[in-house]
């Protein structure tokens, strides 16, 4: 069975940092690329940042770079993603998600909220 479980969603300060984990089982984790997305009430999805299967690549929003970095661990499936300086306008709930492109395997999280509010 596949599961992609977020958790570290928060209430934060603004200013503050938060780090989201997303632990994956059911497949073979080390041959995904995973990505973080985010939804704000009354928003659509968007992409947040991306990391290769490897680690060895990453891609961000403009609107989080420089703050927000995406990490791996393949020895315990997990991928996280390290908010800093964060602001009201990431507010939103975060989702992490799977992809295998050569076999076209997409998994999606539950998601978890993080609120930025002073």
């Known amino acids: 069975q596949v599961q992609l479980v977020e958790s570290g969603g928060d209430l934060v300060q603004p200013g503050g940092s938060l780090r989201l984990s997303c632990a994956a089982s059911g497949f073979s984790f080390s041959i995904y690329a995973m990505s973080w997305y985010r939804q704000a009430p009354g928003k659509e999805r968007e992409l947040v940042a991306t990391?290769?299967?490897?680690?060895?690549?990453?891609n961000y929003a403009d609107s989080v770079k420089g703050r927000f970095t995406i990490s791996r661990d393949n020895a315990k499936n997990t991928v996280y993603l390290q908010m800093n300086s964060l602001k009201p306008e990431d507010t939103a709930v975060y989702y992490c998600k799977a992809a295998n492109k050569l076999f076209s395997k997409y998994y999606w999280g539950q998601g978890t909220q993080v609120t930025v509010s002073s």
């Open positions: 990391i290769t299967s490897t680690g060895g690549s990453t």
